[in-house]
């Protein structure tokens, strides 16, 4: 699948997009990452849904992404654990009652 750069996040998307197709997952990106509400319009059978689902699984993986390399920075930072390989780090935050981490050990929903 290819891979498409928009506003600093990766989409995989099928196919090599359609110019339409690209400024209408930058749009949804626009929306998501500045949390307003957008009403995007286009001709049918231009990829409306494929766009929007590659586009939001995309931001959504970004943003899990940027959160979890903040987390380890600061755990890095503090030393939490330093007897503890990193791999552990997820485990140990969940049992010590960490929202964020629970979420993001718990993986995709």
Same mark, same amino acid.
């Given at each position: ?5 928009? #506003? ?10 359609? %110019? ?14 500045? %949390?307003? #509400? ?6 049918? @059978? =231009? @990829? %409306? =849904?494929?766009?929007?689902?590659? =586009? ?8 899990? /992404? ?16 330093? /007897? ?6 997820? #485990? ?18």
């Amino acid at each position: 699948m290819p891979k498409i750069v928009l #506003n600093g996040v990766t989409v995989d998307f099928p196919f090599q997009p359609y %110019k339409c197709q690209q400024e209408y997952m930058t749009k949804v990106l626009e929306c998501l990452q500045q %949390k307003v #509400n957008g009403i995007l319009e286009s001709p049918t @059978g =231009t @990829g %409306k =849904t494929l766009c929007l689902l590659c =586009t939001t699984l995309a931001w959504r993986e970004h943003l899990r /992404d940027g959160i979890s390399a903040r987390k380890i920075a600061e755990r890095a930072q503090g030393e939490l654990f330093p /007897d503890r390989a990193l791999s552990s780090w997820g #485990n140990a935050a969940a049992a010590a009652g960490d929202p964020i981490d629970s979420w993001l050990s718990a993986g995709p929903s």
